[in-house]
């Protein structure tokens, strides 16, 4: 039986500024059902409110406490394991201020630098990359928030983290030493924390193989594939890792739910 959805946002919820078409009301039918609902995202440029509000202005209420995303991750397990650690982040403000409220330390200076984290960040400089260029040379850990390639927007996509990992990893000779947003084991704990069910009874909805179906099956979760984000329909039959299930987007959602639930797992 699948009690609980975790539901990717970008390609999944909405796109943009645009709910898809039918998500509210998918995701009230879940809940009414008694499911319980929790968003991810992997994207580091707003606070869990500032999502759980652009959720609740689309007609889908939230509150903080629903969403999980891989700043709120990140900067949990860094701050349990070195509490007040002088970090340098890739980053916009919503990220910096994740880390600061977890007690880090925020520093531009690569002799101080402990730990170099890189994430979505649009306002991307040479002289960021300069910065944790110079303090990965100097033995700085190396961490990411998410590993996509690109963010889903209205009319297309744009870069995300993937471009700044592969410079500094490029340049330095170093790799990337943990991620912490999807397909991240970190990112499925702390999501199944929040719902307070094993993984077996949880399903995984999104819109990118290599992360949301991915993270479904390295987890144990019954991986759900929708075609209103960045995957294509040749893609989803001919990619990999294969979805348990593909749907054209969420509003058909609660009919599979249905079937899930009543004709068990095809």
């Given amino acids: 039986m699948i009690r609980g959805y975790l539901l990717d946002l970008d390609g999944t919820v909405y796109r943009g500024e645009r709910l898809v078409p039918g998500a509210d009301r998918a995701i009230a039918t879940l809940r009414a059902r008694g499911r319980k609902v929790l968003f991810l995202s992997n994207k580091p440029l707003g606070s869990r409110r500032t999502y759980a509000d652009k959720l609740t202005r689309l007609g889908i209420p939230a509150s903080e406490g629903d969403v999980i995303h891989s700043s709120y991750v990140l ?13 340098f982040a890739l980053g916009e403000p919503p990220l910096l201020a994740e880390l600061a409220q977890a007690g880090l330390q ?8 402990q730990c170099v984290v890189v994430a979505f960040d649009r306002t991307l400089t040479y002289a960021k990359l300069n910065t944790a260029f110079q303090a990965l040379r100097r033995g700085a850990r190396f961490y990411a928030t998410n590993p996509d390639r690109t963010c889903p927007v209205d009319g297309g996509e744009i870069p995300d983290a993937a471009g700044g990992i592969a410079f500094l990893e490029a340049t330095t000779g170093r790799r990337v ?3 912490f947003g999807k397909p991240s084991p970190r990112m499925v704990a702390a999501a199944l924390a929040v719902l307070g069910l094993p993984p077996g009874e949880c399903a995984l909805v999104g819109d990118r193989l290599e992360t949301d179906i991915r993270m479904a099956r390295e987890s144990g979760l019954v991986g759900i594939l929708t075609l209103t984000g960045v995957t294509s329909p040749e893609g989803a039959r001919e990619g990999s890792p294969r979805p348990d299930h593909v749907i054209g987007s ?17």
């Fill in 75 to 87: 900067a949990r397990h860094l701050a349990g394991q070195a509490p007040g650690a002088r970090v």
């Fill in 106 to 113: 925020l520093t531009e200076d690569p002799s101080e630098i």
């Fill in 177 to 179: 030493e943990e991620v």
């Fill in 250 to 266: 969420l509003a058909e959602l609660p009919d599979l739910d249905r079937e899930l639930n009543e004709g068990g797992r095809r």
